[in-house]
Structure formats: structure tokens, C-alpha cells
């Protein structure tokens, strides 16, 4: 695992950096950031919140992880106890009285659940009437689609390794001493993979309209952690099936209800 997947705050850091930067001026271009209310699903410590936090939005921050919620809660203290912030570690689906939001964002997090049409569902039924949803995540067959990063050895700075038959990377990531529930992780992904192509099928599906598809070359949080500048993927490759998934690190996409 890289050492900034271990140290939290600078993880949180990078995260309002790229959020801030980034990810704001994309979504104003289809909707006010100001004073709205904001529900990320998959929060994490909350770094993407706090840009949020900052424009006076109120904001709700939902994950799995109790330890990165506990680490959120300290970082966000400020916020929390004026209750302009709200976070759960608990599973999204299972929360009560949620209520509907301006918008609702999930960053590189889409990948991670199995059930997409239950997660856009759940979405459109928490979404304000006029409503945006922001989602991001790397296309599966990107170089580091299935998220091998998070592993330990020498394997998680090997490209394409994800795209392995299933027995032969789950037997070479055991026998590189992976942890069990990384490796269980991983493996996940094989099933829920999220290429351009099935992630148009699911919007074409459901009860959105896309607003805008921006596929990058280079991710625009590549920046905060290797100095490389943002690259959008050119419009003739980024309108070639299959291959786009290849040469995109991250898809970023507005929808509205």
C-alpha cells in the first residue's frame, strides 16, 4: 500500500485539494455549489466535504469504515459540532430519515458496489427535484482500474495486473502475503467492473439525463500526488468504445433529476 493510503490526514488533504480545484468548477458548470445541501455516499474522512463545508453548504458524509469516520469527525470537528456536518458509519442503504439533497456525489466508489441500479435508485429517490449527482471512477480496464494500489507488495505498482484471470491473481496475490480482506476487496471489483460503456447503459436505463461524460488521460488528482497536470482525453479517442477504457484514469460525470 502506498504510503499516502496510510497516513489519513494527508489522504483527507489531497482529496479537498483535488475536490477544490477540480471537481467544484466542473459540477458549476451545470449547478450552483453554494449553500446547497450535499450527501457524499463512500465519504471516506471527508475530504471531499470540506471544499463543501467552506462554499456554507450542509453537508451529510456516509461510509462503511468507522475508523474513517472517527478520523473525519476530528478533522471536520469544527463543522460537526455547528452541525453544518453530518457523518455516519453506517451502510447508506440501511440509514433512515436521510432526507433529499441539491446533490449527491460518489467519488471512485461506484466501482466498489455491486448493485449499480439499486445505488442510482437510492440516489434518484434522495435527490431534490432538479437535482445533480457528481460521479467519478476509473474505467475498469484503465492501468490501475481494479485498484491494486492498495496492496502491499511490489504488486501494487504492476499496471494491468487486475485484468488477470481471477484464479491466477488471487493465487499471486496470495502468495505475495496480501492481506485476506484486501485481497476479498479486489477480487469484489472483478465483479462490479464500471466501463464507459456499461456506466452509459446504466444512465440510459435509468431516470437521469447525463448533463456531461469528461473522460481524463491524466487524473486530475495525479496532480496533487505526482505534480502531472490534468489531460482530458481527446474527443476522437474518447468516442472509441473499448479503447477509451484503456487510456482514461478517471471518468467524471454529471447527471440531473
Known amino acids: 500500500m502506498q504510503k499516502r493510503h496510510k497516513d489519513r490526514k494527508r489522504y483527507f488533504d489531497e482529496q479537498c485539494i483535488t475536490t477544490q480545484k477540480y471537481v467544484i468548477p466542473y459540477i458549476n458548470k451545470y449547478a450552483s455549489t453554494k449553500n446547497i445541501t450535499v450527501l457524499e455516499i463512500g465519504c471516506g474522512e471527508g475530504g471531499n466535504l470540506l471544499p463543501f463545508l467552506q462554499q456554507n453548504c450542509q453537508v451529510v458524509g456516509v461510509d462503511l469504515a468507522k475508523d474513517k469516520i472517527t478520523n473525519g469527525k476530528k478533522y471536520l470537528s469544527e463543522y460537526i459540532n455547528n452541525k453544518q456536518c453530518i457523518l455516519h458509519d453506517e451502510d447508506v442503504f440501511k440509514i433512515d430519515s436521510l432526507g433529499e439533497f441539491d446533490l449527491i456525489f460518489y467519488r471512485d466508489v461506484i466501482e466498489h458496489i455491486k448493485d449499480h441500479n439499486k445505488l442510482l435508485t437510492f440516489t434518484f429517490q434522495h435527490l431534490k427535484s432538479g437535482g445533480h ?15 491494486q494500489q492498495m496492496l502491499s507488495s511490489f504488486l501494487a505498482k504492476i499496471p494491468f495486473l487486475h485484468l488477470l484471470q481471477n484464479s491466477f491473481y488471487k493465487k499471486l496475490m496470495e502468495l505475495n502475503k496480501e492481506r485476506a480482506e484486501v485481497i476479498a476487496e479486489l477480487l469484489d471489483l472483478q465483479v462490479s467492473r464500471v466501463t464507459v460503456e456499461s456506466f452509459l447503459e446504466l444512465i440510459k436505463a435509468s431516470d437521469f439525463t447525463l448533463k456531461s461524460l469528461r473522460l481524463y488521460f491524466i487524473n486530475p488528482n495525479y496532480e496533487v500526488k505526482f505534480n502531472l497536470k490534468p489531460v482530458v482525453l481527446t474527443r476522437l479517442l474518447a468516442n472509441i468504445p473499448v479503447l477509451r477504457n484503456f487510456l482514461s484514469t478517471t471518468c467524471y460525470a454529471i447527471l440531473r433529476k
Not at 133 to 147: D, K, L, T, Y
Open 133 to 147: 449527482v457528481f460521479i467519478a471512477f476509473p474505467p475498469w480496464q484503465n492501468p490501475f482500474g481494479g485498484h
